[in-house]
């Protein structure tokens, strides 16, 4: 796990750089190189997980008359399989990691190695001509970049660009945050997930494109319940075990829900961490569920307990890694779970993020799914607000569900969606896939920087790109069946966590809830727009005064 910074004539400087050690904490180089009439600027630190040694930064590769030099953030999985098969085709290694493997993956097959990459990563190569930019599938690693007047630069936050402008967005106003290419900061943006990035100096022009798409990987629909969850369970036992290659010691956030413990128990993690509010305690114990997991296989558990003096003092340095808020109250635990991990020794974590989107996880998607209301249901009464008007097309009720502006952003909402919706596919279908494209992006967002700020790398094996695209071959009543969400996890944490684990009994899973509003005003309301506003003005602060 790394950050970097470059381009050519920037304004990019060693400072800037440093402003992403928490990212990379063990190697640090800035060289800077004149090319033809420009100056070239690459930046890397680095944090070693593959590969314990110093190695030589930034990594270059000579072979004949091509060289090429590749600055990188993330961990290719497959790098082992990767790198057997380019020394069948002549090329000898200098160092053991997966960053020098993508370096030479490019050399061989250029921009076709992306899609042979199993993995979360960003990178920039400069291969004597030009750029070469890309982001993994999803979006699980940050780039940003910036063209003004000729002058190219990129990073792996935006706290390394200089003279930092402010600048509102309705797209951020509407879903409280920053999809796909969209930023806060004037001619700042952020490369959509899938994308690659070209820039050639000369012509001083950008082309991005995508590489990868969702639709592109929809098949035949898969509705045999044995075969699904017998694929199921196959695909993301591989995807633990290669989420598992590291030369550092790796721990699982225990959340006391299915996905955490299915991933725990499917890489035999000997720790997890877990978080409870004292303020939840009698409405909402996760450390129930993840002690009696823990309890179970024998896992040491680690329950952490933010208080609202830690929030206090954290919302600083929140802000900070941060940098753009995500609607959500999860980043300050996020951030606590982290830092109690790092403390205790650990580089890398599991976390379970994925699985709601994928396979049906949230109560709206079970909603979705009904032809009718049943008033006395819980789940439809705590929807209430969200589900007037309950006739209209399946993408009206989405929005109107999923808003959180009210029925005026819902309108909106629809209007940015439409793109996005086909009407080849189910409801169930766009919804998972709007989830999985653009919902999930915050998520990862937070994920990223909250445990990049202790130098912590997060891996999410629900997102291993086959895993991805097995969901949507999936019909849907492996989805949603009988009424409830991630039928085919479930069936799949029946076969494989111990009998009688409460998991599998719990009916509601409620994320990292946070009382951030109890404590800043005084009520337990669920109010996401005096959290969002409050932490924009707490971003801009802290980057504008940062970042000059």
Not at 83 to 98: H, I, M, N, P, V
Not at 283 to 310: K, S
Request: glycine share 8%.
């Amino acid at each position: 796990m790394c950050g970097f910074v470059g381009g050519v004539d920037t304004r990019m400087t060693l400072a800037s750089l440093k402003r992403l050690s928490h990212r990379g904490p063990d190697q640090l180089d800035f060289t800077t190189r004149v090319v033809g009439d420009r100056m070239l600027t690459l930046g890397q630190v680095r944090l070693s997980i593959v590969d314990r040694r110093d190695v030589p930064l930034p990594i270059s590769i000579s072979r004949g008359d091509r060289s090429a030099t590749i600055l990188f953030n993330g961990e290719i999985y497959n790098w082992r399989e990767l790198r057997a098969e380019l020394e069948q085709e002549g090329f000898a290694f200098q160092t053991e990691t997966d960053t020098e493997v993508a370096l030479a993956a490019y050399f061989a097959w250029g921009e076709a190695c992306l899609k042979r990459f199993n993995g979360m990563f960003a990178l920039a190569i400069w291969d004597g001509t030009r750029f070469f930019c890309a982001r993994d599938r999803l979006g699980k690693k940050p780039f940003f970049y910036r063209l003004v007047g000729g002058r190219f630069e990129f990073a792996s936050e935006i706290k390394s660009f200089t003279d930092l402008v402010f600048e509102g967005n309705e797209v951020f106003d509407l879903f409280e945050f920053c999809p796909d290419e969209h930023t806060l900061f004037r001619d700042i943006y952020s490369l959509p997930p899938g994308h690659v990035l070209l820039f050639e100096p000369g012509r001083d022009t950008l082309e991005r494109r995508a590489y990868w798409s969702l639709p592109l990987s929809v098949g035949k629909r898969l509705r045999d319940p044995e075969e699904a969850v017998d694929r199921f369970v196959e695909l993301l036992g591989d995807s633990v075990r290669l989420r598992m290659n590291a030369d550092v010691p790796i721990t699982a956030f225990l959340s006391g829900g299915l996905d955490s413990t299915l991933i725990a128990v499917l890489a035999n993690v000997k720790s997890a961490f877990t978080c409870q509010f004292d303020e939840f305690k009698q409405t909402i114990d996760e450390e129930l569920y993840a002690r009696d997991f823990a309890d179970r296989v024998g896992i040491e558990l680690t329950v952490v307990r933010p208080t609202r003096q830690q929030f206090m003092e954290d919302l600083p340095k929140l802000a900070w890694h941060l940098e753009q808020p995500t609607g959500s109250f999860s980043v300050f635990p996020l951030y606590r779970l982290a830092k109690a991990a790092r403390e205790a020794g650990f580089v890398v974590t599991l976390s379970g993020e994925g699985s709601d989107e994928l396979f049906g996880g949230y109560v709206r998607n079970e909603l979705l799914a009904r032809k009718a209301l049943d008033e006395s249901d819980p789940k439809v009464a705590s929807y209430r607000s969200m589900l007037e008007r309950f006739e209209g097309s399946p993408l009206d009720r989405f929005c109107r569900m999923a808003s959180r502006t009210g029925l005026a952003g819902a309108a909106l909402m629809k209007g940015y969606l439409m793109q996005h919706w086909s009407g080849h596919k189910s409801a169930i279908e766009n919804v998972a896939a709007i989830e999985t494209r653009l919902f999930l992006q915050p998520l990862l967002q937070m994920a990223d920087r909250m445990t990049m700020a202790v130098s912590l790398e997060a891996r999410n094996p629900f997102l291993d790109y086959r895993l991805v695209e097995f969901a949507f071959t999936l019909d849907d009543s492996l989805r949603i069946n009988d009424g409830r969400g991630k039928w085919l996890v479930r069936k799949a944490a029946e076969r494989l966590l111990p009998k009688g684990a409460l998991a599998l009994e719990r009916k509601v899973k409620h994320g990292l809830p946070t009382p951030i509003n109890e404590w800043l005003q005084g009520r337990p309301s669920f109010d996401r727009k005096v959290w969002n506003s409050f932490l924009t003005a707490e971003c801009m602060k802290s980057l504008l005064g940062s970042a000059s």
